[in-house]
Nanobody, 113 residues
Framework: QVQLVESGGGSVQAGGSLRLSCAAS????????MGWYRQAPGKQRELVAA???????NYADSVKGRFTISRDNAKNTVFLQMNSLKSEDTAVYYC???????WGQGTQVTVSS
């Protein structure tokens, strides 16, 4: 089992930046594909960005060019750098092991216009 702990959320004005972190337990992190999801009030959870064990990235169209996912296997951590934030980015952001039902507790991101 993998435990995930997110951090780095907060409140920011539109146009600002935040960096989310997700620390994973265990010794197989380097083998795992990881993803960041978000869920806004009244909406379904959606995939924001994902990264494979080999470093291949993909993004939702709504965040391309603004968000960057990365990983540090030595620290068992995956990051989400969020720039040029918009009010519609407001949501709870969750870390996930792709293909598995392992989720973090979520971290709130609030963007005010």
């Amino acid at each position: 089992q993998v435990q995930l702990v997110e951090s780095g959320g907060g409140s920011v004005q539109a146009g600002g930046s935040l960096r989310l972190s997700c620390a994973a337990s265990g010794s197989i992190f380097r083998l795992l594909a990881m993803g960041w999801y978000r869920q806004a009030p009244g909406k379904q959870r959606e995939l924001v960005a994902a990264i494979t064990s080999g470093g291949t990235r993909n993004y939702a169209d709504s965040v391309k060019g603004r968000f960057t996912i990365s990983r540090d296997n030595a620290k068992n951590t995956v990051f989400l750098q969020m720039n040029s934030l918009k009010s519609e980015d407001t949501a709870v952001y969750y870390c996930n092991v792709r293909g598995h039902d392992y989720w973090g507790q979520g971290t709130q991101v609030t963007v005010s216009s």
